[in-house]
C-alpha cells in the first residue's frame, strides 16, 4: 500500500507523490522566539519530526526546513520592557527552544532560517507584489490586496465574500479592504530596514513564503505543515503571496496538527492553553528524560488531525506506558547481551505491518496495537529463553521506537558486570533468593535492570 497523507488544500486522502522521486522537500512553520515554548507549542514539532523519521525509514532523502521567526512585535515588546535588543531576546528563547527540542529528542531540521537573514529577499519580493498591482503602499505601510486574488480562501475553503462580511473594523483605515493583510510595516519603534517603502519591517505572513523561495530555488515543495491554528490565516496568505508572484501554492501537500488543550481547573472540560488563563505547561516542566519521552510518546500516538485534551491522568497513562515498554526493552537487551546473541533481523511480516498502518495517514494508533502485541511477544520469548526470536521482536520494537523518536537507554555488559549479572541468574536458579535480591538491588542501583 501507497503510502497516504490527508492533504489540507483538498481537504482529502492522496497518495504521497513527491516532484522529485526519492526526495521529499518539506518546511513547517517554527517559532517566535519570545518566550519559552509550551507543550502545545512541542506538538508539532514532536510529529514533524516523526514524519521525518518515517519518511526516511521508507527510503526517501528528507529536506526539512524549519524557521525561527526573530522579528515581530512581541519580540520588540520584550526587549523594551528589559531594556536589551531584540536580539539578544531572540538568541535568548531560541537556544531554550532548541534545548527544549533536544530534550524531546527532536532532531534539528536540515535547515533553521531566521527572518532577519532574509530581509532583502521580502523586499524584492513584497517589490515584486506591487508591481504586479498585487500590494500597495499606503504612507511607508504595505498592504496585499486580497480582492484581486480569485482563488483566495482555497485552502480554508472560505469565500472573499463571507470573509469580507465577517470581517473586524481594522484599526488602520488606510487599508483598501479589511481582509488585505500586511506585507510591511513603517515603524520607528525598534529593529526596522530601509527600504523602497520606507523605513520598517516584514509582515509575519510574507516571510515564510520567501525562506521557502530560496531555500528550495523557487520549487514547488513537497510539504508544508504547521498547526492547526496557522491553517487561516498564516498559510492562506503564504498561498495568496505565492499565488500572485509565483503562481503557485507553494506545495502539493499542507498538513495541519491539531491544538493540545489542557483540562480546565474546574474538570469541566478542556480550553486552549494560553498565558491570560494561566493554564500553560512548559517542557521545562518536564525534568526527567522518563518524563519528557513519556510526553512525546504521549504525543505521538495520538491521531495528529485531532485536538489533545490534555490531563495530568492522560499523561501519567503514559508515564505507565513508557516504564512498561522500557523494562521490556532493558530485559531484552539484557538477556541478548549476556547471550551473546547479536543478530538484526526482524520479522517481515511484523515490518509490513508497521508500513501499513503508518500509510494510512500515518495512524500510530494501530501501530500501539502492534507494539503492544510485541511486547507480549517479548516478554513470552525471555521466559521460553527462545533468543532468536526474542532478538527479531525486539529490533522491530526499536524500530518503531526509533521513527517515534522515543529513546529507551541500555548500557552493554562490562565483563565486570556480565559476572554479577550470572551470579543473579544463578542464585534465582538455585531458589537462593537472599543473595538473589541482594544481587538485583546492585544491579538496580548500576541500572543495568
Not at 1 to 9: D, F, P, Q, T, V
Not at 118 to 142: R, S
Not at 397 to 420: A, H, S, W
Request: charged residues 30%; neutral net charge; aromatic residues 12%.
Amino acid at each position: 500500500m501507497s503510502l497516504m497523507i490527508y492533504n489540507s488544500l483538498t481537504n482529502k486522502l492522496e497518495e504521497f507523490k513527491t516532484v522529485r522521486p526519492g526526495v521529499v522537500n518539506m518546511y513547517v512553520c517554527g517559532p517566535t522566539v519570545y518566550n519559552y515554548i509550551h507543550i502545545g507549542n512541542a506538538r508539532p514539532v514532536i510529529f514533524y519530526d516523526m514524519l521525518k523519521n518515517y519518511l526516511t525509514y521508507i527510503g526517501y532523502k528528507v529536506n526539512y526546513a524549519s524557521n525561527i521567526t526573530d522579528v515581530d512585535d512581541k519580540i520588540i515588546k520584550k526587549a523594551l520592557a528589559e531594556g536589551v535588543s531584540e536580539k539578544e531576546i531572540a538568541t535568548r528563547y531560541e537556544n531554550y527552544y532548541h534545548d527544549n527540542c533536544q530534550s524531546l529528542n527532536a532532531k534539528r531540521p536540515d535547515f533553521v532560517p531566521h527572518a532577519t537573514e532574509y530581509i532583502t529577499d521580502m523586499i524584492t519580493f513584497i517589490d515584486g507584489l506591487i508591481k504586479k498591482d498585487y500590494a500597495y503602499n499606503i504612507e511607508g505601510d504595505v498592504y496585499f490586496r486580497v480582492k484581486k486574488l480569485k482563488r483566495y480562501g482555497i485552502l480554508s475553503n472560505q469565500v472573499t465574500e463571507d470573509l469580507q462580511e465577517g470581517a473586524r473594523i481594522d484599526v488602520s483605515s488606510k487599508k483598501e479592504s479589511p481582509l488585505d493583510f500586511s506585507l510591511w510595516k513603517k515603524t520607528e519603534d525598534g529593529i526596522k530596514w530601509a527600504s523602497p517603502f520606507g523605513e520598517g519591517r516584514p509582515g509575519w505572513h510574507t516571510e515564510c513564503v520567501c525562506m521557502i523561495d530560496r531555500i528550495f530555488n523557487g520549487e514547488q515543495i513537497d510539504i508544508h505543515g504547521g498547526g492547526m491554528d496557522l491553517k487561516f490565516p498564516h498559510h492562506e496568505n503564504e498561498i495568496a503571496q505565492s499565488e500572485a508572484l509565483r503562481h503557485n501554492n507553494i506545495a502539493n501537500f499542507w498538513m495541519h496538527v491539531g491544538r493540545l488543550d489542557v483540562q480546565k481547573n474546574n474538570k469541566s472540560g478542556f480550553e486552549k492553553m494560553s498565558k491570560s488563563s494561566g493554564n500553560m505547561i512548559l517542557v521545562n516542566d518536564f525534568k526527567t528524560k522518563r518524563e519528557l519521552m513519556a510526553l512525546r510518546f504521549l504525543i505521538v500516538t495520538q491521531p495528529y488531525r485531532n485536538n489533545i485534551h490534555y490531563s495530568e491522568e492522560l499523561f501519567n497513562q503514559y508515564l505507565s506506558e513508557y516504564d512498561k515498554y522500557e523494562r521490556a526493552y532493558k530485559q531484552a537487551s539484557l538477556a541478548l547481551d549476556y547471550n551473546r546473541i547479536n543478530e538484526d533481523d526482524i520479522l517481515v511480516e511484523d515490518k509490513e505491518e508497521f508500513i501499513s498502518y503508518m500509510n494510512q495517514d500515518l495512524n500510530c494508533q494501530n501501530v500501539m496495537t502492534l507494539l503492544s502485541r510485541l511486547l507480549k511477544e517479548v516478554n513470552v520469548c525471555l521466559r521460553s529463553k527462545d533468543f532468536k526470536r526474542l532478538s527479531q521482536k525486539l529490533n522491530m520494537m526499536k524500530q518503531i521506537f526509533d521513527v517515534f523518536g522515543v529513546m529507551f537507554e541500555y548500557t552493554p555488559l562490562t565483563d565486570e558486570n556480565r559476572k554479577l549479572y550470572e551470579s543473579w541468574e544463578k542464585a534465582k536458579s538455585v531458589k537462593d533468593f537472599e543473595e538473589a535480591d541482594k544481587l538485583r538491588t546492585i544491579l538496580n542501583m548500576k541500572g543495568i535492570i
